[in-house]
Nanobody
Framework: QVQLVESGGGLVRAGGSQGLSCAASGRTFSNYAMAWFRQAPGKEREFVAGITWSATSTYYADSVKGRFTISRDNAKNTVYLQMNSLKPEDTAVYYC????????????????WGQGTQVTVSS
């Protein structure tokens, strides 16, 4: 199995930046596609960004394109989400997720999940 632990959440001002990290352990990290999802209060969990196991392709929700960047360092078993130009609408619990090889937009396709980290953006 794969264990995932998110870190880096907190309170930031609108227009500011925040970086999230997800540390993986257990199975070989480089064999997994990784993704970030988020869930705002009263809302469904939604796809934010994904990255292939080789880091040759990245995918973003329309709402975060141009503002967020997903990356990974397989040697460190870590995936990152750099969030810039944050908006109050970005306030949510952010979850790291993993599955074999291919990125998808569907949360039910992911086999492993972290516990989440809260990101709050004040206006």
């Amino acid at each position: 199995q794969v264990q995932l632990v998110e870190s880096g959440g907190g309170l930031v001002r609108a227009g500011g930046s925040q970086g999230l990290s997800c540390a993986a352990s257990g199975r070989t990290f480089s064999n997994y596609a990784m993704a970030w999802f988020r869930q705002a209060p009263g809302k469904e969990r939604e796809f934010v960004a994904g990255i292939t196991w080789s880091a040759t392709s990245t995918y973003y929700a329309d709402s975060v394109k141009g503002r967020f960047t997903i990356s990974r360092d397989n040697a460190k078993n870590t995936v990152y989400l750099q969030m810039n130009s944050l908006k109050p609408e970005d306030t949510a619990v952010y979850y790291c997720a993993a599955r074999y090889y291919s990125v998808t937009y569907y949360l039910k396709d992911y086999d492993y999940w972290g516990q989440g980290t809260q990101v709050t953006v004040s206006s």
